[in-house]
T-cell receptor, first 113, second 114 residues
Framework: DADVTQTPRNRITKTGKRIMLECSQTKGHDRMYWYRQDPGLGLRLIYYSFDVKDINKGEISDGYSVSRQAQAKFSLSLESAIPNQTALYFC????????????FGPGTRLTVL | KQEVTQIPAALSVPEGENLVLNCSFTDSAIYNLQWFRQDPGKGLTSLLLIQSSQREQTSGRLNASLDKSSGRSTLYIAASQPGDSATYLCAVIVPQGGSEKLVFGKGMKLTVNP
């Protein structure tokens, strides 16, 4: 079984809809991250969390919110989706003792029409 | 199979030096190449992205070059500062099943001493 899972894997939605992307991990890591990947812009950090009570903004947090429901779960929400949020979204994890190594989920492809 | 190598794994220099960080990749079939910075415990911060058709990109004191045919990229840091201390990662973006994936190097830990 995969250590880092993301649901859904693909989603098509309309402008203005609320969308939640979920990430779960079985690695027991305390740190979790959300990134988006765009052609021509590469990978960029949206939010990251050191533990359940710690949430930090990344490079491009505007238009997004997150929730760390448990150590193993970190969800990303788009309250009112817009077309330029169409991208590939990745969740990643790392642990306190080896923060240089991040383990990525398989990605969620989101299309906002 | 694409492999990305960064050598050396760590570098310690005095403040003010001009630095060259190296990245090599085994398969030239890439969409683009991206350099990241990682501060301890934090997520990756993107520094520069070079499209496969480009030769270089510049941002402030950073300049990245790409030679696809030889499978090499360099990140040049001018007049290094203690605040540049971090781990620097190189990643290539390659096609996979109608989409893309990133293949990362293991990173190079840079320490700039005051």
């Amino acid at each position: 079984d995969a250590d880092v899972t993301q649901t859904p894997r693909n989603r098509i939605t309309k402008t203005g809809k609320r969308i939640m992307l979920e990430c779960s991990q079985t690695k027991g890591h305390d740190r979790m991250y959300w990134y988006r990947q765009d052609p021509g812009l590469g990978l960029r950090l949206i939010y990251y969390s050191f533990d359940v009570k710690d949430i930090n903004k990344g490079e491009i947090s505007d238009g997004y919110s997150v929730s760390r429901q448990a150590q193993a779960k970190f969800s990303l929400s788009l309250e009112s989706a817009i077309p330029n949020q169409t991208a590939l979204y990745f969740c990643a994890t790392s642990d306190f003792f080896n923060t240089d190594t991040q383990y990525f989920g398989p990605g969620t492809r989101l299309t906002v029409l | 199979k694409q492999e990305v190598t960064q050598i050396p794994a760590a570098l310690s220099v005095p403040e003010g030096e001009n630095l060259v960080l190296n990245c090599s990749f085994t398969d030239s079939a890439i969409y683009n190449l991206q350099w990241f910075r990682q501060d301890p415990g934090k997520g990756l911060t993107s520094l520069l992205l070079i499209q496969s058709s480009q030769r270089e990109q510049t941002s402030g004191r950073l300049n990245a070059s790409l030679d696809k045919s030889s499978g090499r990229s360099t990140l040049y840091i001018a007049a290094s500062q203690p605040g540049d201390s971090a781990t620097y990662l190189c990643a290539v973006i390659v096609p996979q099943g109608g989409s893309e994936k990133l293949v990362f190097g293991k990173g190079m830990k840079l320490t700039v001493n005051p």
